[in-house]
Each structure stands twice: as C-alpha cells, then as structure tokens.
C-alpha cells in the first residue's frame, strides 16, 4: 500500500486512491472508455470518457505549472455550475495545488473578505463584477498573480500555457502530493475557512458512496444499457455537494452538471431541471425534496392541460402509488390496482427523462412525496440533513444564495493552509468516527458572535448538534468561570460503550461518570469553542446523570432547558465542577 493512502478504490483498480487525483486516472486504466463526465451542448449533451477527463486534465495542470501554480498555492474558484469546474479541480488536485470555492451569488465585500483572507496565487471567474473584484485585489494581495474569466476565454486561456510541457511535469506533481496535503477551503457562515486534506474528503466520498449510492445504483445493476448516469443540480461550492460529486466519479457514474440560474425559486426552474433530466436521461436522480418533487408536480401539470378526465385519472393512480408505496406488504388487490396503472407511473417516469430507478433525496423527504416515488417505481434514499441547504429544502430559496459573512476587518490572511478539521463535524461524516478537534484559535474568528448571548446560542447548537449530546446548558452569569452541563443520547451512549469496548455490565450512571467519556464530551465542546473569541469560551464541562423531558421538569413546554430547576437539582454536581475554579480568571 502506497504511503498515506486510503481504504478509497476505484472499482478494479485493485490499489487505494492516494489522492482525489486518483479517481480520475485509476478510472481512466479501469475502464478507459466508461463515460463519467457529460458536457452540455446544442440539445444534447457530449458524454467526456475516463481517458478522456484525464487527458483534458492533464492539459489544465500543465497549464497551471506553466502560470506559476505551485504545491499548496490557494486557488480560488467563484463559479457557478459548470463541468470546467470539475475539471479545474482536479486538474489543481493533479497538482497539489489548493481549490477555493466561493458561491459566485456571493456579496462583493464577502468575495473580497474571502481573497484576502485565503491569500490566492490566481482566480476563476464569470462575470464581469467578480473579474473586476479580483483584479482590484491584485493591488492588496501580493501572491495573486493571475485571473481567468471562463465566461470568455474558457478553459483554453489556461491550458495553452502547457503547449509544449511533457507529461512527465504532471507526473512529478501528482506522485509528490499525498493525502495529508489540503485540497480544499471551504468558507461558510461564521467560518474562517474549512480546510479538508485529499484524506478526509476521500474517506467521506467512500462513505457517501457505500452508504447512499451503492444501495441505489445496485437497483439497475442488473438492466443492460449505458451505466449509472446522475445529473447534479446543486451548488458546487457546497463542500456536502463536492463529497458527493466525487463519490460519483468513484463509482464511475455518468454525471451531468447542471448550471443554477440565480434569482429563481429552485435555482433554474422546474421546466428547465425537467428539460435537463429528459436530455440527459438519468438512471439516479439526485436533488433537495422540493426538485424531487417536480417529478409529481410536472406530471400533475401535464395532466391538467390534458383535461380534467386524465387530471382525475391522474390523481387517482398517485393515491394507488402512495398507498402501495406506504406498506411493505401490499395485499393483492392493492397489487393488482397498481398494475393497471403501471402505463400512469411510465409516463410519471418518462418526465424524470423515463430511465430513472432511484432517486436520493439531500436532505429528509416528506412521507407523501417517500411513498409517491416508491409506488411510481422509483425507489429512494435520503441523506440527513445537511447544515446550508436546510432553508434550501424548507422554502425553495434561491440555490447558490449568498450566506450572512461578516468577517472581522482586523483578521489576518493565513500564511498557510490550516490542515485539520476546523469547521467543525463534516455532514456527510460516519458520527462512529471520533475526530480529534483542532486547537482554539488566539483570536475571535472573522464574523463570529460578539456578545455573550450570541455566543451562547452558537455554542449550544454546536455542541447538541453533535449524536453523542441531549441538551447543552451553559452556566455563565453568576458562576466563577463559563461552562457547560451536558446531558447524553441514551441510543448514541449504547454505541458509544460498543465502539469503545466498556463491558455491558456497565449501569449507565457508571458509563456517565467514565473520564473517556468526559473526554470525548470535552472534545466536543472544545471544538465548539474554536468558533467563539477566547474570552467566550466555556472553560469546563460536566456530563449529568440524567435525560432531560417534560415529564421530569426539566424541559419546559417548548423544548428547552429549565435552566432553575437544572441548577437547583444539580448543585451537588455543579459544586465539583467549580471546585477546581474558586475564581475567574
């Protein structure tokens, strides 16, 4: 096994990825031939194989070499969604390059908040706003050397630069980079940039694949035709979305990048992601709920301009659809009524481009729209909910809308890559897998909370965002130093025993009271802490025997924590937490 690699294969490579890189070129040895990019064109879309996306990135890294593009550079892409930026990016990957994605609906101030703070070596942009922001930074940022306009010169301004460079360049810069290396940073609300290595984002493009794509593209493994085929029509610069596009190019599915029109509900248009999926004819369809539930709403539509006879016949079979798709047993007659509606769920199906035998949903679908799918013959999976999308899903807001960045003007621009996971839980993570939190910054993150209250309310949705944590209670005013009590998931505390070995004869009070658990609870709520000034911080944590509810008091009406009965129940156990702090610092 090469040094740094991963447990990440692509399908009859027979050897572990090492670097993102590796996905396209294993792919390439593979199955040279297999189609694993779609480029849209006039009416129809040009299917690109795995030989070649490696020639056609193999070209773009040689054209970075040439412009100066060196291992660790930072570069940033403020583009919408487009297949160059699947190939941009692993041409920077290929290199060791540094990818930087920021939502191209961004505000001006956060796009020029962002360069200065990543400190780039070049830019991809569209547009003339973000050209001329990009250009003005030149002045400000020394390391910024370069800028590209895709809306104009394309792809080609920066891969002739490598003309006349041997492979043998490219070759060099790929061996050199290993998994450790970053590849990615990502900024989010509140968030001073995310770095993710080749590692981590492989390890959880595997993950995504063997625990939401695999059990789907296993529908159709078996129907003869052209391979699993997907078109993506979510925002790139998401770091959820990027996991998923690479868990795509892993199990080699035919993927379409979908461009998002700014301004409209669903980010294009539910006729214009309709118009996509009967061109590009996916087998997997991959979307929030509200486009997943285009294909009930496009089909109810064309039944309305038929007549209110087939609007009634149509209704019908999705009463009969939701019904079959709500049992696992279905009883004969409920079969047989399915049946006769079969030529009903082909045409429902012949609106999602007539080839689509799963759908995986970002994000929990609603029960009504779940059985729909399942009765029309389209099976599904979803993901939980994933943290930036969430409005997204509820209200069908502008996809690619540009997310509240206030950084602070004092903030200075890194020198270097952070490595580590310092955004916190990733979403799409296993929450088996423990993550070692990275150290507290010195200073307060740009545009985190600057008052008490506001830090508090981040600092809980932090820590119960976490499996392991019930509810979070932060003692501030009035007690020697800030800390936390914290009560634990009685389910996830099981797994918790499990994972480490704690024998089952453990009463869970003992389990509570375990200095390894305190320790996985103080890793939590210190990572917690990394998004708040240090003079915020909570300084100490004490995990509570108990489980908060309605029934016990400890819960008010509306879900949250009666923080009087907590204290006064509890003092005994409060007391030996501030033991050890008689006095503030």
């Given at each position: 096994m090469r040094a740094g690699s991963t447990d990440v294969t692509v399908d009859g490579s027979g050897r572990p990825a090492t670097v993102l890189a590796d996905l396209v070129y294993d792919s390439a040895e593979v199955s040279p031939e297999g189609r694993l990019l779609g480029r849209p064109g006039d009416g129809q879309w040009q299917p690109i194989t795995a030989t070649e996306l490696r020639s056609e990135v193999s070209s773009l890294a040689k054209g970075f070499i040439a412009a100066g593009i060196g291992v660790g550079d930072r570069v940033g892409l403020i583009l919408g969604n487009r297949h160059e930026w699947v190939l941009v990016s692993f041409a920077l990957w290929t290199l060791g390059a540094v990818a930087v994605p920021l939502d191209p609906a961004s505000a001006t101030t956060r796009v020029r908040d962002v360069l200065r703070h990543c400190r780039p070596a070049a830019v991809l942009v569209e547009g003339d706003e973000h050209a001329r922001i990009a250009t003005e930074c030149r002045d400000t940022i020394?390391?910024?050397?370069?800028?590209?306009?895709?809306?104009?010169?394309?792809?080609?301004?920066?891969?002739?630069?490598?003309?006349?460079?041997?492979?043998?360049?490219?070759?060099?810069?790929?061996?050199?980079?290993?998994?450790?290396?970053?590849?990615?940073?990502?900024?989010?609300?509140?968030?001073?940039?995310?770095?993710?290595?080749?590692?981590?984002?492989?390890?959880?493009?595997?993950h995504v694949a063997s625990e939401y794509l695999d059990p789907l593209l296993a529908l159709d493994a078996d129907t003869p035709g052209r391979g699993p085929a997907a078109?993506?029509?979510?925002?790139?610069?998401?770091?959820?979305?990027?996991?998923?596009?690479?868990?795509?190019?892993?199990?080699?599915?035919?993927?379409?990048?979908?461009?998002?029109?700014?301004?409209?509900?669903?980010?294009?248009?539910?006729?214009?992601?309709?118009?996509?999926?009967?061109?590009?004819?996916?087998?997997?369809?991959?979307?929030?709920?509200?486009?997943?539930?285009?294909?009930?709403?496009?089909?109810?539509?064309?039944?309305?301009?038929?007549?209110?006879?087939?609007?009634?016949?149509?209704?019908?079979?999705?009463?009969?659809?939701?019904?079959?798709?709500?049992?696992?047993?279905?009883?004969?007659?409920?079969?047989?009524?399915?049946?006769?509606?079969?030529?009903?769920?082909?045409?429902?199906?012949?609106?999602?481009?007539?080839?689509?035998?799963?759908?995986?949903?970002?994000?929990?679908?609603?029960d009504w729209l779940d059985n729909f799918l399942a009765g029309v013959g389209i099976s599904t999976g979803q993901t939980p909910q994933i943290p930036g999308l969430e409005v997204l899903t509820a209200a069908q807001e502008t996809v690619g809308g540009a997310a509240a960045f206030t950084p602070d003007p004092d903030a200075q621009p890194a020198e270097t890559p952070r490595s580590g996971n310092e955004g916190g839980t990733w979403e799409w993570a296993d929450p088996s897998v423990q993550e070692t939190p990275a150290p507290r910054p010195d200073t307060a993150p740009p545009g985190g909370p600057t008052s008490t209250q506001e830090a508090n309310r981040l600092l809980v949705s932090l820590i119960q965002a976490h499996p392991l944590i019930g509810h979070a209670v932060i003692l501030d005013e009035g007690w020697p130093v800030r800390a936390v009590l914290v009560t634990v998931s009685v389910d996830e505390l099981e797994v918790w025993r499990l994972d480490q070995g704690k024998p089952l004869a453990t009463s869970w009070r003992a389990l509570v009271g375990d200095p390894d658990l305190r320790s996985q609870v103080w890793s939590i709520v210190n990572q917690a802490n990394g998004r708040v000034a240090p003079e915020l911080a909570l300084r100490d944590v004490t995990v509570l025997p108990v489980t908060f509810t309605v029934d016990n008091g400890y819960l008010d009406t509306s879900g949250h924590p009666d923080v009087a009965a907590v204290t006064r129940d509890f003092v005994a156990e409060i007391s030996a937490m501030y033991r050890w702090h008689p006095l503030s610092d």
């Open positions: 020394p390391d910024l050397g370069r800028v590209w306009r895709l809306d104009q010169d394309g792809l080609t301004a920066i891969s002739r630069l490598g003309t006349y460079m041997e492979s043998s360049a490219v070759y060099q810069r790929k061996t050199q980079t290993h998994s450790e290396h970053p590849a990615t940073i990502t900024y989010k609300e509140h968030d001073p940039g995310q770095v993710r290595t080749h590692g981590e984002l492989l390890a959880e493009a595997g078109v993506v029509h979510l925002p790139l610069w998401h770091p959820s979305i990027q996991v998923l596009l690479l868990a795509c190019v892993l199990r080699q599915v035919y993927t379409g990048v979908v461009a998002l029109e700014p301004g409209h509900p669903d980010g294009g248009g539910a006729r214009t992601l309709q118009h996509h999926w009967q061109q590009f004819r996916p087998t997997l369809l991959l979307g929030l709920p509200a486009e997943l539930q285009e294909i009930y709403r496009g089909a109810r539509e064309r039944a309305q301009r038929s007549g209110a006879e087939t609007l009634h016949t149509f209704e019908a079979a999705a009463e009969i659809a939701g019904r079959f798709g709500a049992t696992d047993r279905p009883g004969r007659w409920l079969r047989m009524r399915r049946a006769m509606n079969e030529w009903m769920y082909a045409k429902i199906r012949e609106g999602a481009g007539g080839e689509v035998a799963a759908a995986l949903s970002i994000g929990p679908l609603p």
